[in-house]
């Protein structure tokens, strides 16, 4: 799958959080077990009522599911990757070090770490969200913000502190200063 | 001779009635049951029937009206830090960080600020909200608010974990993804609670966890039923042998 690419030809880097914004990552893996349980493969539909989920709450977790090249979709099918199967096996750490490898790659933590590193310094929640903006266009910079935080702090590559409104870079495994 | 050793927990001719204008309601009726060491198991029965209620008491949130609740041998003491609870409704304090939020349970422990502060990062980390730290609740899904509830209820290291439908107000796939980080802990054997105690209104849920399935009966709750769940793990909610058990236990409730 090509991370990077332009994807809705308008010229602007493709917004790669966008299919991520509303789903978290135990909903996808949760997905990812649903669909083992099937042997590997299931319809959408079938996946659906199991889970008790309509298809329009359902579409999104898929969306991003697929995005994170946990499952294939085909004909309204769902069919579990290697990656797919190797998160659902994985202790809840591991799967952490998967997703952190999947979005380190990902344009828009790629620039959002830029930004902290060569200010040397934390990037404040405006300047990130003008440069979303910019970037990806304004009408949706606010709900990509949201997302890199959350899909940041579970990949442990971003700190948010939303007092202070500040994103850090962070090494993962190593713990924060506790807050006062 | 050596003294029979008590069990791990013992509920007891447990009664409990609640009294309105001289007249009695019944909600729990001579419930009585044990558990010892590594088990894992559900109360399930019809909503109404008391079983919150009897976890209440177990925890010592509440009394019984007659009969007796003793854990190794000895009565429970309200407030017991040997027993911790997991809510439905989370419990978080909206002010406090999710790291804050945890440490709260160990306070009462007095142990100095960085031995509190490691204890909340080893639990943080295990229900994996690495990441979280210094979050507040409301920036969390109901699914992460949860891990910190049962972050903060494992920090205290109990010897019980009791968990009263933990994940009935979330939505069905953060749950199941709840149900099976709940038994990748339980089966780590460095981690604290040595029973598990649960309390569903979910069938399934309880088949698909449970070693053991206790099932009460419509108001006031007794026992009708106490059952081995001995499919293998992980559980496949798709096998006929899993319908089976969810089968018996719905017809011992209707």
């Known amino acids: ?180 | 001779m050596s003294p029979v050793a008590a069990p791990f927990l013992e509920v007891k001719h447990v009664s409990k009635s609640y009294f309105e204008a001289g007249k009695e309601f019944k909600v729990l009726e001579t419930v009585g049951f044990e558990l010892a060491e590594r088990d894992f198991v559900c109360i399930v029965g019809p909503s109404g029937c008391g079983k919150s209620t009897l976890l209440r008491i177990i925890v010592g949130l509440d009394t019984p009206t007659a009969g007796s609740v003793r854990f190794e041998g000895k009565p429970l003491v309200p407030e017991n830090p040997q027993v911790a609870m997991v809510f439905q409704s989370f419990a978080l304090f909206p002010w406090l960080t999710v790291e804050q939020n945890v440490e709260l349970g160990l306070e009462a422990r007095h142990d100095p600020p960085e031995r509190r502060h490691a204890q909340a990062r080893k639990f943080i980390d295990a229900v994996g909200l690495a990441g979280f730290e210094n979050a507040f609740p409301r920036e969390l899904s109901g699914g992460m608010k949860q891990r910190v509830g049962i972050a903060r209820a494992l920090a205290v290291e109990p010897l019980l974990l009791c968990m009263d439908e933990p994940f009935s107000s979330l939505d069905a796939l953060t749950a199941q993804s709840l149900r099976d980080e709940i038994l990748q802990l339980w089966s780590t054997p460095d981690l604290p609670p040595k029973a598990v105690l649960m309390v569903t209104h979910s069938i399934e849920e309880a088949v698909y966890m449970a070693d053991r399935v206790i099932v009460l009966s419509n108001r006031p709750g007794r026992v009708v039923a106490e059952l081995e769940i001995d499919l293998p793990r992980p559980r496949n909610r798709k096998e006929p042998e899993f319908f089976g058990w969810v089968d018996e236990i719905y017809s011992l409730i209707v």
Do not use: C
């Not at chain 1, 030809?9 to 966008?18: T, V």
């Not at chain 1, 709450?57 to 990656?83: H, N, S």
């Not at chain 1, 999947?102 to 040397?120: C, G, H, N, W």
């Not at chain 1, 969200?129 to 970037?135: N, T």
């Open chain 1, 1 to 180: 799958m090509d991370k990077t690419a332009d994807a809705d030809g308008s010229g602007r880097p493709r917004m790669d959080l966008h299919s991520i914004t509303k789903v978290s990552f135990s909903q996808v893996v949760a997905l990812a077990r649903a669909v083992d349980e099937h042997g590997g493969q299931a319809d959408v539909a079938r996946i659906a009522e199991d889970v008790e989920m309509e298809l329009d709450g359902i579409g999104p977790i898929v969306a991003a599911a697929e995005f994170l090249g946990v499952v294939t979709v085909e004909d309204g099918d769902l069919r579990l990757t290697d990656f797919g199967r190797k998160l659902i096996k994985a202790s809840v750490k591991e799967r952490k070090a998967m997703l952190r490898e999947f979005m380190k790659d990902l344009p828009v933590f790629r620039y959002v770490i830029q930004l902290i590193e060569t200010s040397a310094r934390p990037a404040s929640r405006k300047d990130v969200i003008d440069a979303l903006a910019v970037h990806f266009g304004s009408h949706s910079a606010e709900d990509l913000f949201r997302a890199l935080v959350y899909w940041g702090r579970a990949s442990e590559l971003i700190a948010y502190d939303s007092r202070s409104e500040l994103l850090t870079l962070r090494t993962p495994g190593v713990p924060m200063p506790p807050a006062h």
